[in-house]
């Protein structure tokens, strides 16, 4: 971690303290903590009111988020304003968010009314982007005829559902490619993930190394070591997914490498993310299972982050029809290469 | 948009050109029917007449100093020609262990005179070496091994035995770890040393496999004498040495790319395959690229001089069980076979399936491994 990520990272921390219960369907005060520290414009420009700061700032800040497991609309509110940036459209105050659908789904804007699921923060939130194989369009939520059913996702995150007219939707012209919007955010998930993956192996190493049982630290059982390398060798394997996408992502953003190198990392991400909630877990004993052990601020932000941004299994499936279709040279070449 | 403002090629196409070298030779080799690719060809592809055509290429000992008949490239370079011929499934048996670790290990340890005794064979596709580590009560524990070497005048004398010695039965020399000392620790008093195949006094039994093979076998040592200048390195410092071997023997991509032309197969199964193995593939994908990733920086780890031990182990770890999960996914996509020849019962899965038993074992078994990485882990 270079000095300005250790920087924000300890900010976080701090802003993080006591802040990480799941926030049970309400907008986290950290957000105002996070907007006025200025931390939610990092990775904007400053002529439309963000931080400034590059793609590699924005990933660290994300890989802080997910270490202190930070519930807010960071991630959303800085994709759907960067790519309003990108395209010269005024972003209303307020939250912003998006709604990523599957890439071979299209909005179908003809006529009535058009439901959205889960959709992120919507209650809180003044506009939504929609990404969608039909491109990118602007939802103004604030019209009375939106409908909002609110709900949460597994970590009490606002999850809602969204029902607006037709015309409440409009395209956003000159906006990145639904590409490079689809990676950002995939990429963003998958820092997140992995910063949450890291947090919830410190714990679980820390645990078995001063937890005693048979006279001896945990950790001097070998099946406890085990698991225990296997949970590292996950997390080594997320990170360097995590490098390798950004190393794409910042040489171009939509490219057909890069978006592979990003299905990959979310891929990897996820489901690590599964295998280190579940071993995490069974390390830590009934301790684990507890309200009052922080074990379960890690773990249910690992089980509802693991399908952000497009689920696991959408990710491995476009990944693996992308491979199908070009081909062996491709693979090697293209999806693969470090 | 900073999106569109930078096109062209991926940010690390480094040493593209020996990858094209690579490509067209083994493609040549290939339609010549000089060599059928095959799984685990780094241990069961021998064929020193294709070695030979690489040291003739200077493919061999790439990243050793120039004095020595090296190129003085760097251990990203040799990834790119190793990860090419095992993408291919040449037959790179011969060579695999003198160019991947034994010839590096004489450079960090060896005397000048062993250095030019040996280094130049290797790189010339001359001498091909087999690994005397592993005994019959020393596998996993390697540190517990007994055969024992004896200071007499202008040399040693070894006596004991070694167990699934890939290739000696083709060696011409070998990499030996003997007892020289006791000391209180089993890992103390070891010692490192090069010898001839034909010395008198080693002979070299088979252990056919469970796929009909052999490449394992079992030497058997009767007061073989191996002269002094064959010491490698120090006397009783053979273990530090030997764990930094490791890293060489461990990080790289035949750790993962043992079952590629099942993976090479399976790529076009699925695209004209009647069960959807998308998500399965992707996954596998997402591993492949991730595995190269990380041999990349194991390759750079070692091109700064470090010895990534652990890096290595967990390469290992991770990729021998893509190597395996390749198999089953593979198995998966071929289950439509009543509805067409059965590709199940092809050579290539069938090769690649009972040999893989032997992926997770060699070179460290994945428990060995795991405990490796979590001893790191341990306050």
Redesign the interface.
């Known amino acids: 971690m270079d000095e300005t990520s250790a920087a924000v990272d300890s900010l976080i921390a701090d802003l993080a303290k006591g802040a990480q219960e799941p926030p049970a369907g309400d907008l986290p005060a950290i957000w105002t903590s996070l907007e006025d520290l200025g931390l939610a414009g990092v990775g904007l420009a400053e002529d439309v009111g963000g931080s400034g700061g590059d793609l590699t700032d924005l990933i660290a800040l994300a890989e802080s988020v997910g270490r202190h497991v930070v519930s807010s609309p960071l991630l959303e509110n800085g994709i759907a304003r960067w790519a309003l940036g ?1 395209a010269n459209v005024p972003a209303p105050p307020g939250v912003c968010t998006v709604s990523m659908l599957a890439p071979d789904v299209v909005l179908n804007l003809g006529g009535g009314t058009v439901d959205l699921f889960e959709v992120p923060w919507a209650r809180h939130a003044a506009v939504l982007l929609v990404v969608s194989a039909s491109g990118v369009h602007l939802v103004d939520l604030r019209r009375e005829s939106v409908r909002i059913v609110p709900r949460v996702n597994e970590a009490g995150e606002e999850r809602d559902d969204v029902t607006f007219n037709c015309d409440a939707a409009v395209v956003v012209a000159s906006a ?2 639904v590409a ?1 919007i689809r990676n950002r955010l995939a990429l963003l998930w998958a820092a997140v993930l992995a910063g949450t993956i890291e947090s919830a192996y410190g714990l679980t ?2 645990y078995v ?1 001063g937890r005693e049982q048979f006279g001896a ?1 945990l ?1 001097r059982i ?1 099946a406890v ?2 698991l ?3 949970v ?2 996950e997390l ?2 997320v990170e ?2 995590l ?2 996408a950004k ?2 992502a ?6 057909a ?1 890069t978006t ?2 990003v ?3 979310r ?2 991400a996820a ?1 690590a993310a599964t295998v280190a909630a579940r071993l995490a877990h069974q390390l830590h004993g009934g301790m684990g299972i507890t309200a009052e052990y922080p074990l379960h601020l890690y773990t249910s932000r690992l089980w509802a982050w693991r399908d952000e941004a497009g689920s696991e ?1 959408q ?7 992308a ?3 070009l ?2 040279d491709a ?2 070449d ?5 | 948009m900073s999106s569109s403002n930078a096109v062209g090629a991926a940010p690390r196409d480094e040493h593209v050109n020996l990858r094209r070298e690579v490509r067209a030779l083994v493609e040549t080799w290939r339609q010549q029917g000089r060599y059928q690719p095959r799984s685990d060809s780094w241990l069961r592809g021998f064929d020193p007449a294709f070695s030979k055509e690489l040291a003739r290429r200077g493919l061999i000992g790439i990243t050793w100093p120039t004095d020595v008949g090296g190129r003085g490239l760097s251990n990203t370079a040799r990834l790119a020609v190793t990860e090419e011929l095992l993408r291919a499934g040449a037959p790179v048996a011969a060579h695999w262990v003198g160019d991947r670790q034994i010839g590096p290990a004489i450079i960090r340890h060896g005397s000048e005179t062993l250095r030019k005794e040996i280094l130049p064979g290797i790189v010339a596709a001359d001498y091909v070496f087999c690994l005397g580590m592993s005994e019959p009560e020393a596998g996993s524990d390697l540190a517990s091994l007994r055969t024992t070497a004896t200071k007499v005048d202008g040399g040693w004398v070894i006596k004991g035995r070694k167990i699934w010695t890939s290739g000696a039965h083709h060696a011409t020399h070998m990499y030996l770890l003997a007892r020289t000392s006791r000391g209180e620790k089993k890992q103390s008093g070891l010692t490192e040393f090069i010898l001839d195949m034909d010395t008198s006094g080693i002979s070299v039994s088979p252990i056919v496999d469970l796929a009909g093979e052999h490449h394992f076998n079992e030497v058997l040592f009767e007061d073989a004498f191996v002269p002094d200048g064959r010491v490698l390195g120090s006397i009783d410092n053979g273990w530090a040495q030997v764990v930094e071997q490791l890293s060489f023997e461990r990080g790289g991509p035949e750790r993962f790319l043992s079952t590629y032309p099942v993976f090479a197969e399976l790529l076009d199964v699925a695209r004209d395959g009647v069960i959807d193995v998308r998500a399965d593939l992707g996954h596998l994908v997402a591993r492949l690229a991730t595995l190269r990733q990380l041999a990349w920086q194991v390759a750079r780890a070692l091109d700064a001089g470090e010895a990534p031990v652990q890096q290595a182990a967990t390469l290992k770890y991770l990729g021998n069980a893509f190597e395996h999960d390749v198999l089953e996914v593979a198995r998966k996509a071929y289950s439509d076979s009543g509805l067409r020849p059965g590709r199940l019962r092809n050579d290539g899965f069938r090769q690649a399936l009972l040999a893989s038993p032997g992926y997770s074992i060699r070179g460290g078994a994945a428990e060995v491994l795991l405990s490796l990485i979590a001893r790191q882990e341990v306050k």
Not at chain 1, 315 to 321: E, F, N, R, V, Y
């Open positions: 990108e990145p490619s490079a190493r820390d190394n630290p950790v070998p070591a085990g225990l390398a296997t590292k060798a080594v394997q360097a997914g490098q390798r190393d794409h910042l040489h171009r953003l939509d490219s490498e592979a190198a299905a990959a990392a891929v990897t489901r299994h990710w491995a499936t476009s990944l693996g029809g491979a199908a279709g081909g062996e693979v090697w293209v999806l693969t290469s470090p």
